[in-house]
């Protein structure tokens, strides 16, 4: 059974944002649900510090044994960081999807968007959790 | 207990008293081909119609497929020969091709196949009907063989990471090019320089890629080239194909310091002798590996090989093999980073190959572990000494050399009148040169050029019968001809597998140790769905290897190769009557090329009508993934159109979306029967609706194995449809290769067939060349040509259905025991069945994986997995499958159901079972560790078939992704096999 937790805003797309003390700043990753139904990650493709996305634009790929998969912004920003660890321990997607497994963090253009993602319950409804 | 098969019954009924006269004709009557070639006998036939409850083949035939389609007559084809009468057509044919001493270089030069490689691998069953390496644990000896073809690729050409072959130098070039506009972060338009001094062939093929995806060329003089914006790469030769071995240090980083990237197309041998690619700064080598064992094969096949920089590694095109380890700890090789692949990636894959040159490549690496680092350099400085010999014997003839730096080639500058003179000379003593302009002869040496032969070359250019000197008086004198900063400097193939097989016996049992640790053909079935694992006859393979076919330059000129263009015209007119259409080009080398060319004719079609703007692709759900991936690569915007749950063709939707882009409709891509194994009675409809909105329809023949003599796509209403001659038409897999894609087209496309920049092919409008040779894998046709020869209309047709009745007998047997997915008419199928095994995940906790490995403890192939649906099996048995090995693989499934049903009971323990832990190895069996809950004899001997014969796996279930985390894809220390 895949781990939701309550405290944190999802995307159709099965992307989880956890606020950060900086309310302009996010972490983003892939839910515990995605992580399984990926398999073993074995590669995830990153992008830069500073680079800026739209919402729904392509912000990365993510590998497994036999499949790959894009990485999808939830939300307009700009990177202020990436999870540089993922590059030699891409497996700790899988393993602390919530925790060392983050992927970038994500200054928000505009904050009030926030508002447009999935409670954990209309996630978990999603997903059939 | 499952039933067990009734013993044969005799090939034919015997007459109850045959007149004596009658008798006596018999005896002279030759065997027929056709029964050697289909597996159930007549009385099995019989059986089997009566399991499935229906009265004749052609009863069950026409059950299954839709009456509108049939063909109602008989295949136009002469009628079949037997075994021995084809064999003499075949050396008739061969006779009339001429072999002269090749000097013509191109990237193609002739090779002594070490005979102990070319006995038992070549022409050894056990490695040539292997199929692609998928499951890896059946197929360690192989994967190590191509592990050892890219270590010696990566050494070689001095970069980290080599795959393990593409289908051609000009491909793997092209390819190139793609991996460099993949990466590029330049703002486009971009732009790709080739240097003009590379392969004539190459520079076509790239172009012609380029083109297609609207990539600007500039072909040119690398030394005056200034990179400009926009530029994102560069295509050089390395040594030219002149001969001219030249320093592109400067030229490497001017490119780098632009952001743009250079692929250097190279020659194996050469690097034995000269500074690597990777040394000086090429980022992706690419080349052709044919001088290393491989004959000539008047174009192939032959492994082409791609290495480059570690750092794009994850955009390398074709297959990889990598070393992961098994479940024990064990090393154990697979193909690593499949998602680079576009079975996975599809329309966003950078490449659409597929089937690569695996047989080959495995020839040009056993070449190398025979011969060892030492064996190389003696046969590279041997070459590299002749060319120096006669470089200054012509020079003493008073004739110009043009080029001081050169490894294997000379060029010659003489006068027009010279030049033909010289030209005149050569072909009285059957010597072919390559005239690259009026004024420039150039000869490339090779392996197999003795001293006399450069003598001879001499006395051709003196135009005399004596010398006044003798040429190999001149090695005392040689000027150097490698410039000493080119020189190679590193040490190469280091690794002991290159250097521990130097005796023939060490040899021989090396090649056997590792083809015994591979499944083939010529130990079980290979019930590999939509891949038709069929016999390859031993007479349809004996010509592969005869000289007149295999020692002959692919660009020789025509008349000495009557023999050949014999054999295509025949062929060609064979393929068009049986799929139904007017034209058919033998040049693309594999489906996935077959497909690129066929959309490309598609393109020119549209173009010369003034309707260039099409460029919608409409692809079915269901599509094997290379489909996206050509039309991509051809240009052409991917449009997905649904299938419905019983797996064919949704037709509204296809007309809806066929209406919604009719102004920019190009063409549908559509495999028949099914990818899921259905013969779709929409299928008329479905062409004419895409025809009505002005698209062309291109079918995928991957299934044409249940078409031959009972429909034929021209009929249906395709425009275009390719042939894989290594599925339906017997070319043997190779293990992953070589395999060759024809593709034959209705009269409006004709003129837009591939051409050649090297030979006329008559194509008036073509778009182009596809591959490095004017007819792909020529010296592989000869297999096609014996199959239809041998089998004639009836024996293609009864092939046909009983390819069909096995299936079909297969899914009757399994009826009961697994769910079947998709099926037809009166639950009836084409030829290939998919078994749903994804209730088995909640119900025993099994995956279809699993169950897959554990049919490898029962000796056999596993079927495709998880394709077309994940979490199933596709199983095509062929016709060449005995009714006997039939029953023993469904009673093996049977078997294994039984295995889930006692973890369903409880009886057996969900994760520590017999699938969960298979495939067992015999190391695992006898070990004194024994722990399983389940006996050693279940374990290794499931069957009272394994007791008597099974291909015992050497490793146990690999980790992939321990390998696509640490990727190695060279030969690892030998240290790592200690334990």
Same mark, same amino acid.
């Given at each position: 059974?895949?781990?939701?937790?309550?405290?944190?805003?999802?995307?159709?797309?099965?992307?989880?944002?956890?606020?950060?003390?900086?309310?302009?700043?996010?972490?983003?990753?892939?839910?515990?649900?995605?992580?399984?139904?990926?398999?073993?990650?074995?590669?995830?493709?990153?992008?830069?510090?500073?680079?800026?996305?739209?919402?729904?634009?392509?912000?990365?790929?993510?590998?497994?044994?036999?499949?790959?998969?894009?990485?999808?912004?939830?939300?307009?920003?700009?990177?202020?960081?990436?999870?540089?660890?993922?590059?030699?321990?891409?497996?700790?997607?899988?393993?602390?999807?919530?925790?060392?497994?983050?992927?970038?963090?994500?200054?928000?253009?505009?904050?009030?968007?926030?508002?447009?993602?999935?409670?954990?319950?209309?996630?978990?409804?999603?997903?059939?959790? | 207990?499952?039933?067990?098969?009734?013993?044969?019954?005799?090939?034919?009924?015997?007459?109850?008293? @045959?007149?004596?006269?009658?008798?006596?004709?018999?005896?002279?009557?030759?065997?027929?081909?056709?029964?050697?070639?289909?597996?159930?006998?007549?009385?099995?036939?019989?059986?089997?119609?009566?399991?499935?409850?229906?009265?004749?083949?052609?009863?069950?035939?026409?059950?299954?497929?839709?009456?509108?389609?049939?063909?109602?007559?008989?295949?136009?084809?002469?009628?079949?020969?037997?075994?021995?009468?084809?064999?003499?057509?075949?050396?008739?044919? =061969?006779?009339?091709?001429?072999?002269?001493?090749?000097?013509?270089?191109?990237?193609?030069?002739?090779?002594?196949?070490?005979?102990?490689?070319?006995?038992?691998?070549?022409?050894?069953?056990?490695?040539?009907?292997?199929?692609?390496?998928?499951?890896?644990?059946?197929?360690?000896?192989?994967?190590?063989?191509?592990?050892?073809?890219?270590?010696?690729?990566?050494?070689?050409?001095?970069?980290?990471?080599?795959?393990?072959?593409?289908?051609?130098?000009?491909?793997?070039?092209?390819?190139?090019?793609?991996?460099?506009?993949?990466?590029?972060?330049?703002?486009?338009?971009?732009?790709?320089?080739?240097?003009?001094?590379?392969?004539?062939?190459?520079?076509?093929?790239?172009?012609?890629?380029?083109?297609?995806?609207?990539?600007?060329?500039?072909?040119?003089?690398?030394?005056?080239?200034?990179?400009?914006?926009?530029?994102?790469?560069?295509?050089?030769?390395?040594?030219?194909?002149?001969?001219?071995?030249?320093?592109?240090?400067?030229?490497?980083?001017?490119?780098?310091?632009?952001?743009?990237?250079?692929?250097?197309?190279?020659?194996?041998?050469?690097?034995?002798?000269?500074? @690597?690619?990777?040394?000086?700064?090429?980022?992706?080598?690419?080349?052709?590996?044919?001088?290393?064992?491989?004959?000539?094969?008047?174009?192939?096949?032959?492994?082409?090989?791609?290495?480059?920089?570690?750092?794009?590694?994850?955009?390398?095109?074709?297959?990889?093999?990598?070393?992961?380890?098994?479940?024990?700890?064990?090393?154990?090789?697979?193909?690593?980073?499949?998602?680079?692949?576009?079975?996975?990636?599809?329309?966003?894959?950078?490449?659409?190959?597929?089937?690569?040159?695996?047989?080959?490549?495995?020839?040009?690496?056993?070449?190398?572990?025979?011969?060892?680092?030492?064996?190389?350099?003696?046969?590279?400085?041997?070459?590299?000494?002749?060319?120096?010999?006669?470089?200054?014997?012509?020079?003493?003839?008073?004739?110009?050399?043009?080029?001081?730096?050169?490894?294997?080639?000379?060029?010659?500058?003489?006068?027009?009148?010279?030049?033909?003179?010289?030209?005149?000379?050569?072909?009285?003593?059957?010597?072919?040169?390559?005239?690259?302009?009026?004024?420039?002869?150039?000869?490339?040496?090779?392996?197999?050029?003795?001293?006399?032969?450069?003598?001879?070359?001499?006395?051709?250019?003196?135009?005399?019968?004596?010398?006044?000197?003798?040429?190999?008086?001149?090695?005392?004198?040689?000027?150097?001809?490698? @410039?000493?900063?080119?020189?190679?400097?590193?040490?190469?193939?280091?690794?002991?597998?290159?250097?521990?097989?130097?005796?023939?016996?060490?040899?021989?049992?090396?090649?056997?140790?590792?083809?015994?640790?591979?499944?083939?053909?010529?130990?079980?079935?290979?019930?590999?769905?939509?891949?038709?694992?069929?016999?390859?006859?031993?007479?349809?393979?004996?010509?592969?290897?005869?000289?007149?076919?295999?020692?002959?330059?692919?660009?020789?000129?025509?008349?000495?190769?009557?023999?050949?263009?014999?054999?295509?015209?025949?062929?060609?007119?064979?393929? =068009?009557?049986?799929?139904?259409?007017?034209?058919?080009?033998?040049?693309?080398?594999?489906?996935?090329?077959?497909?690129?060319?066929?959309?490309?004719?598609?393109?020119?079609?549209?173009?010369?009508?003034?309707?260039?703007?099409?460029?919608?692709?409409?692809?079915?759900?269901?599509?094997?993934?290379?489909?996206?991936?050509?039309?991509?690569?051809?240009?052409?915007?991917?449009?997905?159109?649904?299938?419905?749950?019983?797996?064919?063709?949704?037709?509204?939707?296809?007309?809806?979306?066929?209406?919604?882009?009719?102004?920019?409709?190009?063409?549908?891509?559509?495999?028949?029967?099914?990818?899921?194994?259905?013969?779709?009675?929409?299928?008329?409809?479905?062409?004419?609706?895409?025809?009505?909105?002005?698209?062309?329809?291109?079918?995928?023949?991957?299934?044409?194995?249940?078409?031959?003599?009972?429909?034929?796509?021209?009929?249906?209403?395709?425009?275009?449809?390719?042939?894989?001659?290594?599925?339906?038409?017997?070319? @043997?897999?190779?293990?992953?290769?070589?395999?060759?894609?024809?593709?034959?087209?209705?009269?409006?496309? =004709?003129?837009?067939?591939?051409?050649?920049?090297?030979?006329?092919?008559?194509?008036?409008?073509?778009?182009?060349?596809?591959? =490095?040779?004017?007819?792909?894998?020529?010296?592989?046709?000869?297999?096609?040509?014996?199959?239809?020869?041998?089998?004639?209309?009836?024996?293609?047709?009864?092939?046909?259905?009983?390819?069909?009745?096995?299936?079909?007998?297969?899914?009757?047997?399994?009826?009961?025991?697994?769910?079947?997915?998709?099926?037809?008419?009166?639950?009836?199928?084409?030829?290939?069945?998919?078994?749903?095994?994804?209730?088995?995940?909640?119900?025993?906790?099994?995956?279809?994986?699993?169950?897959?490995?554990?049919?490898?403890?029962?000796?056999?192939?596993?079927?495709?997995?998880?394709?077309?649906?994940?979490?199933?099996?596709?199983?095509?048995?062929?016709?060449?499958?005995?009714?006997?090995?039939?029953?023993?693989?469904?009673?093996?499934?049977?078997?294994?159901?039984?295995?889930?049903?006692?973890?369903?009971?409880?009886?057996?323990?969900?994760?520590?079972?017999?699938?969960?832990?298979?495939?067992?190895?015999?190391?695992?069996?006898?070990?004194?560790?024994?722990?399983?809950?389940?006996?050693?004899?279940?374990?290794?001997?499931?069957?009272?078939?394994?007791?008597?014969?099974?291909?015992?796996?050497?490793?146990?279930?690999?980790?992939?992704?321990?390998?696509?985390?640490?990727?190695?894809?060279?030969?690892?220390?030998?240290?790592?096999?200690?334990?």
């Amino acid at each position: 059974m895949a781990t939701i937790p309550d405290d944190l805003l999802y995307t159709p797309d099965h992307e989880y944002i956890k606020k950060t003390d900086d309310p302009a700043v996010v972490v983003v990753g892939i839910t515990d649900y995605a992580q399984g139904e990926l398999g073993d990650v074995v590669f995830v493709n990153l992008p830069k510090v500073g680079q800026k996305f739209a919402a729904h634009a392509v912000f990365g790929t993510i590998e497994a044994v036999k499949a790959v998969s894009d990485l999808y912004c939830p939300v307009a920003g700009e990177v202020t960081e990436v999870n540089a660890q993922l590059d030699a321990t891409p497996d700790l997607v899988n393993r602390e999807p919530y925790g060392d497994g983050w992927m970038v963090k994500l200054k928000v253009t505009t904050p009030g968007d926030l508002n447009s993602l999935l409670a954990p319950s209309a996630y978990k409804a999603q997903i059939g959790a | 207990m499952p039933k067990t098969s009734t013993p044969a019954a005799p090939d034919a009924p015997v007459a109850a008293r @045959p007149s004596a006269a009658a008798a006596a004709t018999r005896l002279f009557e030759d065997d027929r081909f056709d029964s050697r070639h289909l597996g159930p006998r007549p009385a099995d036939i019989a059986a089997m119609l009566k399991v499935l409850g229906f009265s004749s083949l052609d009863d069950l035939v026409d059950a299954i497929v839709p009456a509108d389609i049939r063909l109602k007559r008989p295949l136009a084809l002469p009628a079949a020969l037997t075994e021995r009468q084809a064999l003499d057509e075949m050396r008739t044919l =061969a006779d009339q091709n001429q072999v002269f001493r090749s000097y013509l270089g191109l990237g193609y030069s002739d090779t002594i196949t070490p005979p102990v490689i070319l006995r038992n691998i070549f022409e050894n069953p056990g490695w040539y009907t292997a199929y692609t390496p998928y499951q890896a644990e059946i197929a360690q000896g192989r994967l190590e063989a191509l592990l050892n073809f890219q270590t010696v690729v990566s050494d070689l050409t001095g970069l980290e990471v080599a795959n393990a072959s593409l289908l051609d130098e000009g491909t793997a070039a092209a390819e190139a090019m793609h991996l460099t506009e993949a990466v590029t972060s330049a703002p486009g338009p971009h732009k790709y320089f080739i240097d003009q001094k590379c392969h004539p062939q190459t520079i076509a093929v790239v172009k012609t890629r380029a083109e297609a995806r609207g990539l600007e060329t500039i072909e040119g003089s690398a030394a005056e080239f200034q990179f400009t914006p926009g530029v994102i790469g560069a295509l050089i030769q390395y040594p030219a194909t002149d001969g001219e071995v030249q320093d592109w240090r400067g030229f490497c980083e001017r490119a780098h310091s632009a952001g743009a990237l250079v692929t250097a197309a190279t020659d194996l041998l050469s690097l034995v002798l000269l500074e @690597p690619p990777g040394a000086w700064g090429a980022d992706i080598a690419v080349g052709n590996s044919q001088r290393f064992g491989v004959p000539l094969g008047f174009g192939g096949p032959h492994a082409a090989f791609f290495a480059t920089r570690d750092q794009f590694k994850r955009v390398l095109p074709g297959r990889i093999i990598g070393v992961s380890k098994d479940r024990a700890g064990r090393p154990a090789l697979r193909m690593a980073l499949q998602t680079r692949e576009q079975h996975i990636r599809r329309e966003k894959a950078t490449s659409n190959v597929c089937t690569a040159q695996v047989l080959l490549a495995v020839i040009a690496g056993m070449y190398a572990v025979w011969h060892g680092p030492e064996g190389l350099t003696r046969i590279a400085r041997r070459v590299h000494h002749l060319a120096g010999v006669l470089a200054e014997s012509l020079r003493r003839i008073g004739l110009t050399i043009v080029y001081e730096n050169f490894f294997d080639t000379v060029l010659v500058e003489t006068d027009a009148k010279t030049q033909s003179r010289i030209l005149q000379a050569a072909a009285e003593r059957m010597i072919n040169l390559r005239v690259i302009s009026p004024t420039r002869v150039s000869v490339a040496l090779d392996e197999t050029t003795t001293p006399d032969d450069v003598r001879d070359l001499a006395q051709v250019f003196a135009g005399r019968n004596t010398l006044p000197f003798d040429p190999m008086a001149c090695a005392a004198v040689l000027p150097q001809a490698i @410039p000493v900063g080119l020189a190679r400097k590193s040490a190469f193939l280091t690794h002991p597998v290159f250097h521990r097989h130097r005796s023939e016996t060490e040899m021989l049992r090396y090649l056997k140790l590792l083809e015994d640790r591979d499944l083939s053909l010529t130990s079980a079935m290979i019930p590999l769905g939509s891949c038709t694992m069929k016999l390859n006859a031993t007479s349809e393979m004996i010509p592969v290897t005869w000289a007149e076919l295999g020692r002959i330059h692919p660009f020789a000129p025509k008349e000495q190769t009557r023999g050949y263009q014999q054999l295509f015209e025949r062929l060609e007119r064979a393929l =068009a009557e049986i799929t139904g259409f007017a034209a058919v080009s033998l040049q693309p080398n594999a489906g996935s090329q077959g497909e690129f060319a066929g959309l490309l004719v598609i393109r020119g079609y549209h173009a010369a009508r003034g309707q260039g703007h099409r460029n919608i692709c409409l692809i079915p759900q269901s599509a094997h993934g290379t489909n996206p991936a050509s039309a991509v690569m051809a240009g052409y915007q991917v449009v997905v159109v649904k299938t419905d749950p019983k797996g064919n063709i949704d037709v509204e939707d296809l007309r809806a979306k066929a209406k919604e882009h009719a102004a920019n409709l190009a063409a549908l891509m559509v495999t028949y029967p099914s990818t899921h194994g259905v013969f779709e009675s929409s299928i008329a409809e479905i062409c004419r609706i895409v025809h009505e909105n002005g698209g062309q329809v291109y079918m995928d023949g991957a299934n044409m194995n249940a078409q031959v003599g009972l429909c034929r796509p021209g009929d249906i209403g395709a425009d275009v449809c390719h042939l894989n001659l290594h599925k339906t038409f017997c070319i @043997p897999h190779g293990g992953g290769g070589p395999g060759m894609g024809p593709i034959g087209v209705a009269s409006h496309l =004709a003129p837009f067939l591939p051409s050649h920049p090297l030979v006329d092919l008559g194509h008036a409008q073509a778009a182009g060349a596809v591959s =490095a040779a004017p007819w792909g894998s020529a010296s592989i046709l000869p297999i096609s040509m014996m199959y239809i020869m041998m089998m004639g209309p009836d024996g293609l047709t009864e092939a046909t259905r009983v390819a069909i009745l096995n299936a079909n007998y297969i899914a009757k047997r399994l009826e009961g025991h697994y769910g079947l997915l998709y099926s037809g008419n009166r639950g009836l199928i084409a030829h290939e069945c998919i078994i749903d095994t994804r209730p088995f995940k909640a119900s025993a906790g099994v995956e279809v994986e699993d169950i897959a490995k554990r049919l490898i403890d029962f000796g056999f192939h596993p079927p495709t997995v998880s394709f077309p649906v994940p979490g199933t099996l596709m199983v095509e048995p062929t016709e060449s499958e005995s009714k006997e090995e039939l029953d023993r693989y469904c009673d093996a499934m049977i078997a294994i159901r039984q295995e889930m049903r006692e973890i369903e009971e409880g009886k057996a323990v969900k994760g520590n079972n017999l699938l969960s832990n298979s495939p067992h190895t015999l190391a695992d069996v006898i070990s004194d560790a024994w722990d399983r809950p389940y006996s050693r004899e279940r374990a290794g001997f499931p069957s009272a078939a394994t007791r008597m014969h099974k291909v015992w796996p050497t490793v146990g279930r690999i980790d992939q992704a321990y390998g696509d985390r640490n990727l190695v894809c060279t030969c690892p220390p030998v240290s790592a096999y200690e334990s």
